[in-house]
């Protein structure tokens, strides 16, 4: 149980690199490397979180409006 509360902290954190670096949209995408996100954390943010990645393998958070990731 500590293993899967450790890795939804991970995700977290993740997530929130992303978000702060700005990737919202395909323009602003980045790449999983830049921020330290591994293979299998990129996985998780693609399942657990709305993370798109693009056909060139950037990613970024998709969302509802400009306030709202």
Known sequence: MA?????????ERMY????????????????PKE???TEWML???ILFKKVIE??????FI???DEKVC
């Open 3 to 11: 293993e899967a509360a450790g890795r939804i902290v991970a995700i």
């Open 16 to 31: 929130k690199k992303l978000e702060r670096s700005g990737a919202t949209s395909p323009e602003t995408a980045v790449e």
């Open 35 to 37: 921020l330290g996100i």
């Open 43 to 45: 996985l998780d943010l």
């Open 54 to 59: 693009t056909e060139d393998g950037r990613i």
């Open 62 to 64: 998709e969302c509802k």
